[in-house]
């Protein structure tokens, strides 16, 4: 199950980064920070009717976020806030047709959940069966002949 929040623009701030310090060069940058109004929906319907009630708001100083829990939910808007990935789209995105489907958002969430394993080495061990030994093979010596890119 999907669940969808909405959040609205609360404050654009400036922030200033020194990029080398002999050089004294400063770039501007302007951070979004985004707060939650409404709760926890689980209905697209909900959604729409909800987006429709805040058809005042320019679309682009609302955000529609998507997660499967509640607390993975939190995790996308401190996500957002830090200016990193999110499952999240602009109002505008979501009422043109731009959707997230489960699959995406629970792909997004194991990648950047930190009990993944993604700094473990691989191991490389052949596999026991005759067959995927040969296909293994195969592949090994097109990789060598320069069919396969690496």
Request: one cysteine or more.
């Given at each position: ?17 020194i ?39 320019p ?50 969430e ?41």
């Open positions: 199950m999907i669940y969808y929040r909405v959040a609205f623009c609360v404050e654009q701030a400036t922030v200033e980064n990029e080398h310090i002999q050089s004294h060069s400063q770039t501007t940058t302007q951070q979004v920070l985004w707060k939650w109004r409404s709760t926890l929906l689980t209905s697209p319907h909900a959604l729409f009717t909800l987006l429709r009630a805040y058809s005042y708001i679309k682009d100083n609302i955000r529609v976020f998507f997660a499967s829990s509640e607390a993975e939910m939190d995790d996308m808007l401190a996500r957002q806030n830090a200016g990193q990935i999110s499952s999240s789209v602009s109002a505008d995105q979501f009422l043109s047709g731009k959707r997230i489907n489960t699959m995406d958002v629970k792909r997004l194991f990648e950047l959940s930190m009990e993944a394993d993604h700094d473990e080495p691989y191991t490389f061990a052949l596999p026991h069966s005759i067959a995927e030994r040969m296909a293994w093979t195969n592949l090994l010596q097109k990789r060598q002949r320069g069919e396969l890119e690496s």
